[in-house]
C-alpha cells in the first residue's frame, strides 16, 4: 500500500547482522542447559533474523534465504521431532516423554535425561521460528515492502 | 533485589501505558509499547527471573513491534481518540 | 472504584520475598507437599543440569511444553487460513 | 511502616498497570488501541507470577557450587518463571491470531473505528 523507496545502506547493515543473530540464536538453543536460554529464546531469536531480512529486502531478496511456502513443513518437523522422542521412549518401555528409555547404548539415566533435554529443544526452536515467520508471510501476503 | 531501582522502572512502566494508550498517532503508540517490553524485561532481571526477561526482550521488544508496525502500515495511521 | 478495591485486596497479601511464605514451605495447608523446593534439591541429581528453569520445562512438565507447542501451532494454521479467504473474496 | 510498604509497593503497581489495561479495553473507540490494552493486561498478570516468586537474599535459579541446593532460600523458585515462559510465547502466538482478525476486518469494512463499524453493519 505504502511503498517506501529502497535505501541499500539498511540492507547491507541488514545483511551484515543476520547471520551473527541466527548464529547467536543456534548458540542459545544448544547451551541451554548451562546459561539461561533454551529453545523458546532461540527460536524467537532465528526468527529475529529472518524477520529482519523480510522487512529490509522484501520478497525479492528475502525469497533467497527461506521460500514462503517452506514455513509449514518446518513448524511440522519441529513439532514432529517433539513428538517422535514421546513416542520412541513409550516404546521402549517407559512412560511418554520419559526420556530415561531412550534407546541410546552405553550412557547413564541422568545423561540421557540430559540428552532428551537436548533434543526437544531443537524441536521447539524450529517450531517456533517457523510459526513467527509464517504469520508475518501470512499479514504481508500479496504486498511488497521496501 | 534492589527495591530503589526497581521503585523507579515502576512509575517509568506506568507512564509509558498510559503515553501509549492516550497519543492521537499510532506509529508513537507502537513505539511506546516497545518502550513498555523492555523496561519490563529490565525489571524481570532486577527480579532474578533472567530467563522470562530474555523472552521478554526479544519476543516483546522484537517480533511484536514488527507486526505492530506491519498492521499500522496495512490500516490506517490515525487515530481519532 | 475498581483499582481502589484491588489495591485494599493486594494490602492483605503476605510480605514479598520473604522466604517463609506458604507458596515457599515444605507442606501446604491441605498436607500435600509443594513442589517447588523438589524442584530446587533435585534437578541437578537428575538431569546434570544446573540451569532449573530448563529442567522444569523440559523433564518434570514435558507434556505442558508440548501441549503449548500444539498450541502455538495451532495459532499459525489460523492465520493461514482466515487470511487467505479473506484475500481471495476481495480478489 | 517502611517494611509494610517494601512488602507490598510491587503488588499496588501491579494493579495500577492492570487497571491501565482495563481501562484500554473498555474506553477506547480504535480497535489498536484496544489491542494494546490487552497485551498491557497481560504482561501485568506475568509481572506478579514474577514478583511472587522473589526472595530476598537470594540468587538466580541457575545451580552455584557456592551455594548448596539443600538449603532453599538460597535460590528462587522456579516453577512460575516456567509457567510464565510459556505464557509468553502463547502470548506473541494468539496476538498474531488478533492481527489477523483485525486485516480480516479491515479488508471487508474499510475502517478501524467502533462506531463507524457498527454503522456500516446495520
Redesign the interface.
Known amino acids: 500500500m505504502r511503498r517506501q523507496f529502497q535505501s541499500p545502506i539498511v540492507l547491507l547493515g541488514a545483511r551484515l547482522l543476520s547471520p551473527y543473530i541466527m548464529v547467536f540464536g543456534w548458540y542459545v538453543i544448544i547451551h541451554g542447559h548451562y546459561s539461561p536460554g533454551g529453545g523458546f529464546q532461540g527460536g524467537a531469536l532465528l526468527a529475529a533474523s529472518v524477520l529482519l531480512i523480510r522487512v529490509a529486502g522484501g520478497r525479492r531478496v528475502a525469497r533467497l534465504q527461506i521460500q514462503e511456502f517452506a514455513t509449514t513443513p518446518l513448524a511440522v518437523i519441529g513439532v514432529v521431532i517433539y513428538f517422535a522422542t514421546g513416542l520412541v521412549a513409550m516404546a521402549m518401555g517407559g512412560y511418554f516423554l520419559d526420556y530415561s528409555a531412550l534407546p541410546i547404548p552405553g550412557m547413564e539415566p541422568e545423561w540421557l535425561r540430559y540428552t532428551g533435554i537436548l533434543i526437544i529443544e531443537v524441536g521447539i526452536g524450529l517450531a517456533v521460528m517457523a510459526i513467527l515467520v509464517m504469520i508475518y508471510d501470512n499479514m504481508v501476503r500479496g504486498e511488497d515492502y521496501a | 533485589m534492589i527495591w530503589e531501582l526497581e521503585l523507579i522502572i515502576y512509575i517509568f512502566l506506568a507512564l509509558s501505558a498510559v503515553v501509549a494508550l492516550e497519543v492521537k498517532d499510532l506509529l508513537v503508540a507502537v513505539v511506546m509499547m516497545t518502550i513498555f517490553s523492555f523496561l519490563m524485561a529490565l525489571l524481570f532481571v532486577a527480579m532474578g527471573a533472567i530467563d522470562v526477561g530474555f523472552t521478554e526482550a526479544v519476543i516483546g521488544a522484537g517480533v511484536t513491534g514488527i507486526l505492530f508496525v506491519v498492521v499500522v502500515f496495512q490500516t490506517s495511521r490515525k487515530s481519532n481518540d | 472504584m475498581f483499582a481502589g478495591i484491588l489495591i485494599f485486596a493486594a494490602s492483605d497479601l503476605p510480605y514479598r520475598g520473604d522466604p517463609d511464605n506458604l507458596m515457599h514451605a515444605e507442606e501446604s495447608i491441605t498436607g500435600t507437599t509443594v513442589k517447588g523446593n523438589y524442584f530446587i534439591k533435585n534437578a541437578y541429581r537428575d538431569t546434570r543440569t544446573p540451569n532449573m528453569v530448563t529442567v522444569v520445562l523440559g523433564d518434570y512438565r514435558s507434556i505442558d511444553t508440548f501441549g503449548e507447542q500444539v498450541v502455538i501451532y495451532t495459532a499459525g494454521l489460523i492465520t493461514l487460513l482466515v487470511l487467505r479467504k479473506t484475500r481471495r473474496r476481495r480478489a | 511502616m517502611l ?1 509494610f510498604f ?19 479495553i473498555l474506553f ?3 480497535l ?2 484496544k489491542t ?2 490487552l ?2 493486561l497481560q ?1 501485568s498478570v ?2 506478579y507470577f ?7 537474599d ?7 557450587p557456592d551455594f548448596p ?2 538449603q ?2 538460597n ?5 512460575p ?2 509457567l ?3 505464557a ?3 502470548g ?6 488478533a ?6 476486518i ?3 469494512y474499510e ?3 467502533e462506531e463507524e463499524l457498527i454503522e456500516k453493519l446495520q
Open positions: 517494611d517494601l512488602g507490598h509497593y510491587a503488588y499496588w503497581f501491579t494493579v495500577i498497570l492492570l487497571c491501565i489495561g482495563v481501562y484500554g477506547k473507540k480504535n489498536i488501541k494494546i490494552g497485551a498491557i504482561i506475568v509481572l514474577v514478583s511472587i516468586a522473589s526472595k530476598w537470594a540468587t538466580v535459579p541457575v545451580l552455584n541446593a539443600d532453599v532460600a535460590y528462587l523458585n522456579p516453577l518463571h516456567t510464565m515462559l510459556t509468553i510465547v502463547v506473541v502466538a494468539t496476538l498474531g491470531v492481527f489477523t482478525l483485525l486485516l480480516a479491515y479488508n471487508r475502517t478501524l473505528d
